[in-house]
């Protein structure tokens, strides 16, 4: 049964790994400004489950603190995907990306090269976050934009 296991574990870190690799791909194709509207998004969401008492600023401990998170936000991914809220999906994808980044260890690379790329958009995260505002109506709270999760800051 151990060597089953194993396998199945090698499997999922291998499709966490492709997945992520897949999503850093993308955001290296971004623009800065759709980089910054990325960001004051995440960010934006970041404090929306701050509210519900998750701290994404040490994403390791969410295995124990919050352990049907990572699930939720996958599912909510898939829902707004969906919905061809692909904004929405994305800014969950972040933090989705970010918990699975912890584990297994050899994805800290991909997960710190992520926020990597992230960063490209804190300069013009004020300036999204307006326009998205003007676009939309919806206000984004992009307080501490330029927060890398720990373990994640390079």
């Known amino acids: 049964m151990g060597w089953l296991r194993t396998q199945f574990e090698r499997r999922a870190a291998s499709q966490k790994a492709t997945d992520l690799q897949s999503f850093l791909t993308g955001l290296r194709a971004m623009t800065n400004p759709e980089m910054s509207e990325l960001l004051a998004y995440a960010t934006h969401t970041r404090h929306l489950l701050e509210r519900l008492g998750v701290d994404l600023s040490v994403p390791n401990d969410i295995y ?10 996958i599912k909510r991914v898939r829902a707004f995907q969906t919905q061809g809220n692909h904004i929405a999906a994305s800014s969950m994808m972040v933090w989705a990306h970010t918990i699975r980044a912890t584990t297994p260890p050899d994805l800290k690379e991909l997960g710190t090269a992520m926020w990597r790329e992230l960063s490209r958009g804190l300069s013009g995260v004020e300036s999204a976050a307006a326009s998205v505002a003007a676009r939309t109506g919806q206000q984004l709270n992009i307080a501490g934009a330029s927060m890398v999760p720990f373990s994640l800051d390079g």
Request: glycine letters at 0%.
């Open 64 to 73: 124990i603190t919050h352990p049907n998170l990572l699930p939720e936000l």
